[in-house]
Every structure is written in structure tokens, then in C-alpha cells.
């Protein structure tokens, strides 16, 4: 995906086996949206027609304005929206701190320091549900947005991304900086941050992604329609108050991963280079 | 910059991310492991230390040695098939073919969606009758009344296929990724040499791509033992507890139950499976590996 594309390398498939890949990637592409398009088959048709396919069956919104009035989707998106504003920035302020200590400070400790920040990518929040319940409970916060927040605003992973990309930025850079009389923050701010930019799009496509879509934490710490969000709203919605009335539940469901899906659709080079190079690190 | 000024400015950058660090997750990871000691709070018993008792009844548990093996088969079902498939994807994505762009958003389309809305998606799939699944299985004479997620046989099966699904195409980036760093010189020294492509994969893709399938392998194995929103979604761990996964099952103890002592238990033994796991990845294959 990196800029210069050399001529057909001498390993690409030419001729029948060229064609054979092609029908056989496409055939796999296919096979892999199908579920999706069966989704949004039977979310734009009438209920009737959610499981007959006919070139000319009518089009229709209706099952959408249908699931839209019957939960509260404008507050769990408007909750959802707070929650993935809320992590997101928090994570970026502290990864960045604590990334900049790791990065540029030789001080006691921060080797042993560095290890208990790594310690969170085996022992996840993911994982301790029972105890950060226990923990929300006696904080008095349960039931709320920041409750679903806390566990996930020091990021490991953010950490270790942006020390790495702060390792890289030249030391020269930084003593100029001193030089001119710039304090260790104004340094940070006005040197380290802009040179990571495509890091920070890439760290916060892939957090607010995966918060957008976080589930078993928040059904566990919520349990009213002011706290939750959509993923909560949604299992609520297609568990309880429809029978099996798939066209509506499709609608739902489509309605609500549609923004990252839009997203997705519009910006997918930068989501699919953010997510690489959130990884390669 | 004195040493001492150092180490003040550098605590106290990390103090904030650390606080949180150690409020959510290594008091909590300790405070879990003291709470697989003690007997779960009741409303007329306080709490009291059982020793290991708790551990002894999840491990005379049969739910629990049911959760593990499903957990072992979904572990065994996904992980090399998600890893092969998207080997497989970057393979096909990297070469010039016609609407690559298109072919790859298809397969990573998955990944960008809620495992939640996923979920109900594929039970829809899955459907007896409605089902695209039953109706195509229909319309080549066969039966659609099977209820796929309803059965015991075929139920893991099930959720395993949804996980596969969903995580194939976020694996496959990281291979485009490593593919397109080899340095294009090597394919052209190797066709000089003769070799076939099948001898190019093997021989040099292959060895080259093995530091990002140890990465992509260690997020395979957290994964299978970390998704379980497709389950509460799908199956509720049913029928019959045949799609019963540890986390969900340290779910259930916890918020079903509440018996927080159990969970505790649990989520230990997990958390410990996890550790070995990650330390026999990166002690054994690591060593392997080296090639830079």
C-alpha cells in the first residue's frame, strides 16, 4: 500500500492462473459480505419479502423509523458518542505523558515501571470484569458512563505505540527545543506531538472502534437507558422487545454499527493503514 | 538535566497513567487472586477464608471441564484456520488482480463491525427456514429445518464459524503489511534461480512473514479466549452448555449467579492458562525466529 507500485513481480500469477486467483478471491469476498448483505437485504424490504428474494421487491425505511421508535437509539448513541469521546481522550493525554517518560527520561524504576504497564496486555480489563464490578460498586459510580470508561483510559497498548514513535523522533530535535528555553511539557507539545500525528489517527481509528463496539463490560456495569450504550441497547432491543421480527432487528443492528461502517466505506485506506500500523510495532 | 530532576519529571509523567494502571488492573488482578481464597459475601454470612475450596469445587465442577474443552475445540477451530485464511487474503490482496480494493475492504469489513451486531446477523443466518443458510441448503434439495444453533452437535461449530469470520480479514492486514516490506529483489533472485512459486512461498514468504504470525498468533490465542459477545448474543452458552466458554462461564458465576468467590477462581486459572500460553509463544517460537 506504500506509495511506489513496481511492475508485476515475477511471482504474480499470469495467464488461466491468473484468472483462477482472481475468480477465487472474488468468490471468498463474496462468501464474506454475504451475511451483511442478507442483513441489509431484509432491513430495506418489507417483513414479507425479508426471506423471498425478487428482482422488484419494493424498497423501504420503514423497518428503520420501526426499531428507531421502538428503544431510545438517539440516547444510546448519544451515549455511545460520550463514551468513545470520553476513553479516547483520556487515553490520549495519559498515553502520552507516561509514553514521553518511557521514551526520553533515564530514571530509576522505569524499566520495572514499564513492565507493569505491559502486564495489562495479558491481564486485560476484559478479563476482570468480577473485580472492576467490585471496585465500580464501591466508587458508588455503577450505572454511569465513566464507570464503563475507567478501566480502558491507561492503555498499554497506547503506551508502547507511542513510545516507540517517540523513540524515533531525532534527540536533536528536543535539545534545540531546550535550548530555546522550551519546559519538558511545551517540548512534548510542540515538538513530539505533531511529529506523531498519523500515529495519534491511527491509535484513536482503532480505539474508538473498539470501544464503539465493547459489549460484556458494559452489560455488566450498566442497567438503564441513560448509561447504555448502543451495543447494551441493541442486545436489549433484539432479546426482549421484538419476538423474532427479523426485518426490524436487522434495521437495528444496521443502524447501529452504520456509522463505523460509513466510515469505514469513505475512509477505508486510512482505516486499513491505521489498523496496520497500530499492529506492526 | 540532573539525574534527580529526571526522575521527579519522570514520575511524575507517568504518575497519572500509572494511578489508573494500578486501580484497574493490578489491584484488581491481585484483589481476584486474594477473592479465590475467601468464601463468597452472603447477606447473613460475611466473607471467611476457604483456602483452596473454591478451587476444588470449580475443578469438581463438570460445567467447568465442559467450558474448557468447548474453549479448547473454539481455541483449536480458529486459530490456525483464521491464521491460514489470512495468509491466504494477504496472498491474493498483495498480487495486482482486478478490484483488489474491493476484494480486500470485503474481507475486512468484519472487523470493523460489533462482534454484537455480528452476532445477530449470523443468528439470522443460521435461522431454521428463514435462514440464508437453510434456504440455501433448500434450494439444492437438502433439508432446512436443521436448527443449527439449537443442536448440540452442531452448535460450537456455529459460533466458531462466526469468529473465524470475524477475524480473518484484521489478521490479514498484518500480513499485507509484512508482504509488501520483502524487498522485491528476492523474488527476482529466486525466479533467476528457477524456483517455482509454491518453493517462493515456502522458502522465503514464508520464513519472512514468521515474526508477524507470532505477533498475529499470540492476538489469535488471546482472542479465543477472550470473545464471548457472540455467545451471550447467540446461544447464552446453551444448548445445554455445549457453547459454554471459560470468560462466559466466569460471566455467569459472577453476574447469574453471583457467587464472585467462584468467578474469582476462575478468572485465576484463566488468567494463569493465558500466562503459560504467552510465555510458551514467546519462549519456544521466538527463539525460532530470528532472522534480522
Known amino acids: ?263 469505514f466505506l469513505l475512509f477505508q485506506r486510512q482505516f486499513v493503514q491505521s489498523f496496520m500500523r497500530a499492529g506492526i510495532r | 538535566m540532573n539525574r534527580l530532576t529526571a526522575t521527579i519529571h519522570g514520575w511524575l509523567l507517568l504518575l497519572p497513567a500509572m494511578a489508573f494502571l494500578a486501580l484497574f488492573t493490578h489491584w484488581p488482578a491481585i484483589g481476584t487472586l486474594i477473592d479465590s481464597f475467601y468464601s463468597t459475601p452472603r447477606p447473613r454470612r460475611a466473607t471467611s477464608y476457604v483456602g483452596l475450596d473454591n478451587y476444588r469445587q470449580i475443578l469438581d465442577d463438570p460445567i467447568f471441564w465442559q467450558s474448557l474443552t468447548n474453549n479448547l475445540w473454539f481455541a483449536v477451530g480458529t486459530i490456525p484456520v483464521s491464521i491460514a485464511l489470512a495468509m491466504l487474503m494477504a496472498l491474493w490482496v498483495n498480487d495486482r488482480i482486478a478490484g483488489r480494493t474491493l476484494i480486500r475492504m470485503a474481507y475486512f469489513t468484519p472487523t470493523v463491525l460489533p462482534m454484537i451486531a455480528v452476532a445477530n446477523i449470523w443468528l439470522f443466518f443460521y435461522t431454521p427456514q428463514y435462514g440464508l443458510l437453510a434456504q440455501a441448503l433448500g434450494a439444492f434439495g437438502g433439508t432446512s429445518n436443521t436448527n443449527w444453533l439449537g443442536s448440540k452437535d452442531t452448535a460450537l461449530l456455529c459460533v466458531t464459524i462466526v469468529a473465524i469470520w470475524k477475524e480473518a480479514g484484521f489478521f490479514m492486514i498484518f500480513y499485507l503489511a509484512a508482504l509488501q516490506q520483502i524487498p522485491v529483489s528476492l523474488g527476482e533472485a529466486a525466479s533467476l534461480e528457477g524456483a517455482s512459486r509454491w518453493t517462493y512461498f515456502r522458502r522465503v514468504q514464508f520464513p519472512l512473514l514468521m515474526p508477524t504470525t507470532l505477533f498475529v498468533l499470540v492476538n489469535a490465542v488471546i482472542n479465543a479466549f477472550r470473545m464471548v459477545d457472540h455467545i451471550i448474543v447467540m446461544t447464552r452458552g446453551g444448548p445445554d452448555n455445549a457453547t459454554s466458554l471459560l470468560l462466559f462461564r466466569i460471566y455467569e458465576l459472577g453476574f447469574s449467579f453471583w457467587d464472585t468467590a467462584l468467578a474469582a477462581a476462575l478468572t485465576v486459572i484463566l488468567l494463569a492458562g493465558l500466562g503459560l500460553a504467552a510465555l510458551a509463544q514467546y519462549g519456544f517460537l521466538e527463539r525460532r525466529i530470528h532472522y534480522r
Not at chain 1, 54 to 70: I, K, S
Not at chain 1, 74 to 102: E, G, K, P, S
Not at chain 1, 108 to 123: E, W, Y
Not at chain 1, 205 to 233: A, D, K, M
Open chain 1, 1 to 263: 500500500m506504500s506509495g511506489a507500485v513496481a511492475s508485476i513481480g515475477p511471482y504474480e500469477p499470469r495467464g488461466m492462473w491468473r484468472w483462477l486467483e482472481t475468480i477465487a478471491a472474488w468468490l471468498l469476498a463474496i462468501l464474506w459480505v454475504l451475511p451483511l448483505a442478507y442483513a441489509i437485504w431484509t432491513a430495506f424490504h418489507p417483513p414479507e419479502f425479508s426471506a423471498r428474494f425478487t428482482l422488484f421487491a419494493p424498497l423501504t425505511l420503514d423497518n428503520f423509523a420501526r426499531a428507531w421508535e421502538a428503544a431510545p437509539f438517539a440516547r444510546y448513541f448519544f451515549n455511545t458518542f460520550m463514551l468513545v469521546t470520553l476513553i479516547l481522550a483520556c487515553q490520549l493525554v495519559l498515553c502520552t505523558l507516561a509514553a514521553y517518560a518511557f521514551a526520553r527520561y533515564d530514571f530509576p524504576g522505569s524499566n520495572f515501571a514499564f513492565a507493569l504497564v505491559l502486564a495489562q496486555l495479558m491481564i486485560m480489563p476484559d478479563v476482570l470484569i468480577v473485580e472492576n464490578y467490585k471496585t465500580m460498586s464501591k466508587l458508588g459510580i455503577l450505572d454511569s458512563i465513566p464507570a464503563i470508561a475507567l478501566p480502558y483510559v491507561a492503555s498499554a497498548f497506547g503506551i508502547f505505540l507511542l513510545r516507540q514513535t517517540f523513540k524515533s523522533v531525532p534527540k536533536e530535535l528536543d535539545d534545540a527545543a531546550r535550548v530555546e528555553g522550551a519546559g519538558a511539557l511545551q517540548t512534548l507539545l510542540k515538538v513530539y506531538v505533531p511529529l506523531a500525528k498519523p500515529i495519534y489517527l491511527a491509535y484513536g481509528l482503532v480505539s474508538v472502534s473498539y470501544h464503539w463496539n465493547n459489549f460484556l463490560w458494559p452489560l455488566i456495569v450498566t442497567n438503564s437507558v441513560e448509561s447504555r450504550p448502543l451495543t447494551v441497547g441493541l442486545q436489549v432491543f433484539s432479546s426482549t422487545d421484538q419476538g423474532i421480527d427479523w426485518s426490524i432487528i436487522c434495521a437495528a443492528t444496521l443502524m447501529t454499527s452504520g456509522p463505523l461502517l460509513i466510515g
